[in-house]
T-cell receptor, first 113, second 113 residues
Framework: KQEVTQIPAALSVPEGENLVLNCSFT??????LQWFRQDPGKGLTSLLL?????REQTSGRLNASLDKSSGRSTLYIAASQPGDSATYLC????????????FGGGTRVLVKP | GAGVSQSPSNKVTEKGKDVELRCDPI?????LYWYRQSLGQGLEFLIY????????KSGLPSDRFSAERTGGSVSTLTIQRTQQEDSAVYLC???????????FGPGTRLTVL
């Protein structure tokens, strides 16, 4: 059974610092991996999706890397801003058939002005 | 167009009562998913509908939980004889057939007293 872990559970940084969020998964035979953002009381917003054949994806200040063989992904957020404060979740999709995702527990980020 | 919508946004019920949660997916999305987010358990997959195929019910925690999707659009998640451990945020998501990105609704917060 796939298990997804995110460490740390919470992170507090001053504005302007780079953020590094970690995600690990036990079964490396994944189809893809997604990073989501969740604001309090809201649903999830997809940030980046990395296919199993890819090593990284970039969008603006966000960069996500994937090392499938070691079961790890890292989300980098450059030059953090208070508006980046949210919970970040990673999720893996196991196979091509069926889209169900297995989520990590999330990292709660606070960027202090 | 409009995103995924869910109703009600909040539901408080007494132990033993039945509840129905509704999800309106994005128009044209053939796949629909229900997830549950609770303290200590993270975000868990419940059920997945894809077109006219039989749903993947592998995530439903007990036979008190059921879901249906009428006309390939709106879905209802029903919890019978609610228990306190059913208290959670229930999230719905939808996606295009064959697409990887799931779009999430804002969730329904269920509190069982």
């Amino acid at each position: 059974k796939q298990e997804v872990t995110q460490i740390p559970a919470a992170l507090s940084v001053p504005e302007g610092e780079n953020l590094v969020l970690n995600c690990s998964f036990t079964d490396s035979a994944i189809y893809n991996l997604q990073w989501f953002r969740q604001d309090p009381g809201k649903g999830l917003t997809s940030l980046l999706l990395i296919q199993s054949s890819q090593r990284e994806q970039t969008s603006g200040r966000l960069n996500a890397s994937l090392d499938k063989s070691s079961g790890r992904s890292t989300l980098y957020i450059a030059a953090s801003q208070p508006g980046d404060s949210a919970t970040y979740l990673c999720a893996v999709r196991q196979g091509a058939a069926g889209n169900k995702l297995t989520f990590g527990g999330g990292t709660r980020v606070l960027v202090k002005p | 167009g409009a995103g995924v919508s869910q109703s009600p946004s909040n539901k408080v019920t007494e132990k033993g009562k039945d509840v129905e949660l509704r999800c309106d997916p994005i128009s044209g999305h053939t796949a629909l998913y229900w997830y549950r987010q609770s303290l200590g358990q993270g975000l868990e997959f419940l059920i997945y509908f894809q077109g006219n195929s039989a749903p993947d019910k592998s995530g439903l925690p007990s036979d008190r939980f059921s879901a249906e999707r009428t006309g390939g659009s709106v879905s209802t998640l029903t919890i019978q004889r609610t228990q306190q451990e059913d208290s959670a945020v229930y999230l719905c998501a939808s996606s295009f057939l064959g697409a990887d990105t799931q779009y999430f609704g804002p969730g329904t917060r269920l509190t069982v007293l």
